[in-house]
Every structure is written in C-alpha cells, then in structure tokens.
C-alpha cells in the first residue's frame, strides 16, 4: 500500500463565519443577482477559465450552477434554492435575494442573532398565515373555466427572461403556445387511472419565434434512409408499436449479466444476430409498423426489418420513453432473448413527416385522448433559444402547480410591498403576547420588524433598473413605479399609470410615497375581484406555491447562516 506523500492535515475551524470580508462577498453576490431579476434584468455572460460553452442567461438555475461559489455560506445558500428551484422551477431569485439582503440587513442591528432569529421565524409565520387566509388581499383565485389567469401565469414568466429577447408580441404568442401545450396534457375524463400528460419540448434553432407550435403526440430525429414508402404504407391504418428499453446492438456485454461460457465451436456474435432476427421475425409477423429502441439497434436488424416495411427508430434515449409508452399504452420490453408478449404492443393513429426549417421530424400521431404533445420552440439563436426553453418549461411547472393550488400571488413587486405594509400594520399595536413568548423588548422587535419589511420592500425595488423610483400607495399597499426622466416638479398622480401588477390604475383618491422611505401606518385592503373586470394584458401574477415556498426558503436559510456559529473545513 503506498504511504502518503504527505501528512494529513487537520481541519479548520473558523469561528464566526459572519465576518466583516463574508459580508462584503455576499453583498456581491446580492447584487450579482438582483441586476438579473424581472423582466428588465441585466444579462449575465458565464464562461469558465478553462474555455467550453458560454452562457447568457438571467436564470437563477443557470446562474447558480455556472457560477463557481467558494466560501460555505455562499454554497449553503446557493445549495438551499437551487433545491427550491428544483421542485418548483420558479422564484429562484426571489429567495436568494431575499436571503441575502435579511442577513445583511440584519448584520447591521445592534442585536443578538438569536433574537433577529426569533423574530424572523414569527414574522414568517405571520406572512405565511396571511397569504394563506381568504382575507389575503394580494391572492387571486386561479379560475379554470377561463384561460385569463393561466396566460398571465404563463406571460409573467415568459416576460421575466429578457435573454429570449422576444417582442411583446411574441412573448404573448409563445405564453398562449405553452398554455395551449399545459392544457392538452390534462386529460378530458377523470378516474381512478387518470394523471397529467406530458409536454415534450423540440428546439428548433434558426426560426422565427412565432413559427412555434403544439403538436399532438411525438416529434423524433428521422431514421436514417428511411423510405417515404414505407411511412405511406403505414399511414392507412391504426400501428402497432413495439418499444424495447435494452440495447439491440448484437454487443456480447449487453446480452445479459452474469458469466458467459462459450463453446470454441460457437460464435457469440452470430448467436446473438440469430436472436436478434427472430425477434425481427417476430415483429413482422404479428404485423407490428414501427419498432422503438431507447439504444442502438444491429444494423442487419435494421435492415431486415426496413425491408419488410416496418420502421425502425433507435437511440431515443430514457427522458422520451416514458411519454411514448404514456402515448401508446406499449409495454417496455427489457429482453430479447424470449418471445415478446402480444399485450406488450401499443398502438398509434398515424404517422407522417414534418419539417421545420431544415430539420425532418418523424410525427407520431397518437389517439384522439392522449395526453402527451409536443411544443416545437423556435427562435433564431442558440442563447435565445437555450434561455427560452427554460423559460417555457418554468411557464409549464408553474400552471401545472395551480392545479395543486389553484391561487396565484399579485406580481410586479406589490405582494412584497403589500405585505411589509401589513406586516407593519399587525406589528404596532397590541403585541404584549408576542413580545412574552419571544423574551424580547418591544425596541428589539420593532427593529427586527423594520428590518423584515425592508428586506421585502428592498426586493421590490430591485426590480427597477433604469434609475426610476419606486413609490407604494397608501390605500393598497401596492408598488408603482416612476422613470427616471420624469420632471421633479410633477404630482405622483401624473407621473403614475398603474400599479406593478396592474390591478389598480391611479385615480385621484390614491396618495403615494417613496418605497423604502418611512411613511404613515396603513391597513391595505383591497377587492380582489376586480381582477375579473380588470383588461387581461395587463396582469403581472406569480405562482402561489412557489413564492410561499421561496419565502420560507429565504427566511429559513438567512436564519441557518446567522445562527452559525464555527465552520469546519478538510483542507486536504
């Protein structure tokens, strides 16, 4: 065994991993963020030192994963959302954002963390109650009967990943194509065996945005030397499918597992091809039209079964195989070396070609109820293209979220200003129980709440970046926002159209102020209803599920990181 070259060194220990340096370095971070969120972000261009692909994005996933982070608290915190992110798709930046800005916010307190904690953890609490109670004033019902709140969940989504660079126009067409896509995978009748379908997304590079479409079934790369014959044949009449899920190559080491012995008079190659062409016999003979294989087929197989008319398709890879046999109602086959089972077969309704630009796909058509489509995405780059995908799959988990919980939150920054505005209203007045179970003073908790509230108020406001102010009305809660180049001696009233969500336009009952300035107490309320009545164009809503889950998972984690204590590092 050989030694080690050289001694094992111990671990270090820091104490106070919150220092004046980490601080600095999390304030980066934040910024690095918060320049990227809303739909006026900046671009991030992500290359490595060592070369290979770049990346323009604005996406927290992207972004978290391209962006190397050294210090443990950084990875703490980038590990806690990308894990929100990958359950639920959406406000990725919201959490981080709003996690770094508590820590830093409460850095700056002259307080015990444990008490910020505390209080923290009250607050959310309160905040979680809140948006899940029917007196919420910032939660809109998701109604099924119209498609208004889905496209808006869809269009918000969409709208908030500047890198697609799509017009207005487009983002609205692309918003409907996916919403169209959600609502093909949710199947017509319901029963004990009923579930969502599948949205397959197919990228297609060089086209114009608005060449995207929805197509009913299956979009795979055309097999190679395929005759148009043999689709033609096909087309007249229902098809049965066979699926295999184990490589059909004829290799010796995907046969089977296990120790193989072998004659000297026995060629392993051939037997294997004999097996293989049986089943090629097999298929034809029980008329099967097209064969799938999730690996590589031998290529004497392939022809063989070419020369009887049926269509073979290999290398489809795991993440469409799932959808084809959901399409299908096939059975994967793990084994060729028996007799495939007639109940293993599935069926299709058509197959054709489609082209798209300078790319042939072969179209499985499925039956009139499947719940499986797919959404042909086009733009005209690779980057564009690359963010827009992503941006499209976020749209879909997001509406397929609402049917779990069928709300949506206000956008455009006024649930964050609404609810610091009630959060403040609640904290002011008869909070002597409050105050007795957290063992604090009535200074400290105002000055917790305060830096709370400035935490959702200051995530607000990062969605302008242009230089404009941020106001929030007095009445509502909600935020509004004011350009740059808007004269000094102006009214807010005339400088002012609506608020970040849209529901509310101004009027001249309304009174504002600066966001993230000191101004009088309020108790906001408002109708929701008014949504119904409201032009659809111009709502800005957010998933419910996934901003009540960024908000927990932002609170939680700055209070993990301000409760740390030492950090423990091998340095071997």
């Known amino acids: ?65 391209g962006v190397p982070l050294s210090h443990p608290v950084l990875k703490l915190l980038a590990a806690s959302v990308m894990n929100h992110v990958s359950r639920f798709s959406d406000c990725g930046l919201f959490a981080a954002i709003l996690g770094c800005t508590l820590i830093e916010n409460t850095q700056r307190l002259n307080m015990a963390s444990s008490s910020v904690i505390k209080i923290y953890r009250q607050l959310l609490n309160l905040s979680i109650a809140y948006l899940n109670s029917e007196d919420c004033s910032c939660r809109v019902k998701v109604d099924f009967k119209s498609s208004q709140t889905l496209l808006a969940l869809a269009r918000t989504v969409i709208a908030s990943k500047p890198a697609c660079m799509l017009t207005f126009k487009e983002g609205e ?63 007249s009449s229902c098809i049965n499918v066979a699926v295999f899920n184990v490589s059909m190559s004829g290799d010796l080491s995907d046969a089977a597992d296990g120790t193989v012995e072998i004659s000297c008079t026995v060629s392993p190659e051939a037997a294997i091809l004999e097996q293989l062409l049986r089943v090629g016999k097999q298929m034809v003979s029980e008329r099967v039209g097209l064969l799938v ?6 290529p004497v197989l392939k022809q063989y079964l070419q020369e009887q008319h049926v269509i073979v398709v290999d290398r489809l890879g795991s993440a469409l195989m799932e959808p084809l046999v959901q399409m299908t109602g096939a059975q994967s086959v ?53 963010e827009l995908k992503i941006a499209c799959k976020t749209a879909e988990d997001v509406l397929r979220l609402s049917l779990t919980k069928p709300f949506a939150l206000l956008g455009g920054g006024c649930t964050e200003t609404h609810l610091a505005s009630y959060i403040r209203s609640k904290c002011t007045n008869r909070i002597e129980d409050v105050l007795s179970d957290l063992a604090c003073s009535y200074t400290e908790y105002q000055l917790a709440v305060d830096s709370f509230c400035r935490s959702l108020e200051s ?114």
């Not at 963020?33 to 070369?51: M, T």
């Open 1 to 65: 065994m050989m030694s080690r070259l050289a001694p094992k060194k111990p671990s270090l220990c820091s104490d106070g991993p919150l220092t004046d340096e980490v601080c600095q370095t999390l304030s980066v971070f934040r910024e690095i963020l918060k320049s990227c969120y809303g739909p006026c972000g900046r671009l991030k261009l992500i290359h490595n030192n060592r070369g290979g692909h770049v990346q323009t994005t604005s996406s927290s996933a992207v972004l978290l994963n």
């Open 173 to 235: 067409y692309i918003s409907s194509m996916v919403l169209k896509a959600f609502l093909r995978t949710v199947p017509c009748t319901v029963g004990p065996n009923a579930c969502l379908g599948k949205v397959v997304i197919v990228p297609i590079e060089g086209n114009i945005a608005q060449d995207t479409a929805v197509l009913s079934g299956l979009l795979v790369e055309m097999p190679e030397a395929l005759p148009l014959s043999n689709i033609k044949r096909l087309s």
């Open 293 to 298: 294989c999730q690996k590589v087929v031998h």
């Open 334 to 386: 793990a084994s060729y070396q028996s007799a495939v089972p007639s109940n293993c077969y599935g069926l299709l309704k058509d197959l054709c070609v489609v082209s798209f630009g300078s790319k042939e796909l072969l179209h499985l058509i499925p039956g009139e109820d499947s719940t499986v489509c797919s959404l042909v995405l086009c733009n005209r780059n690779e980057t564009t293209l690359s």
């Open 459 to 572: 995530l607000a406001r990062s969605l302008e970046h242009d230089g404009g102010e941020s106001l929030v009305d007095l009445s509502h809660g909600h935020r509004w926002f004011v350009q740059a180049s808007s004269p000094l001696d102006s009214y807010w009233k005339d400088l002012v159209n609506s608020c970040g969500c849209g529901l509310f336009e101004k009027h001249q009952s309304l009174d504002w102020a600066i966001l993230g300035d000191k101004y009088p107490s309020l108790t906001p309320g408002a109708d929701c209803s008014q949504f119904e009545e409201t032009t659809p164009d111009l709502f800005v809503l957010d998933s419910f599920p996934a901003k009540i889950n960024a908000l927990q998972i932002a609170v939680e984690t700055a209070n993990l990181i301000l409760d740390l204590k030492y950090i423990i590092q091998d340095v071997n």
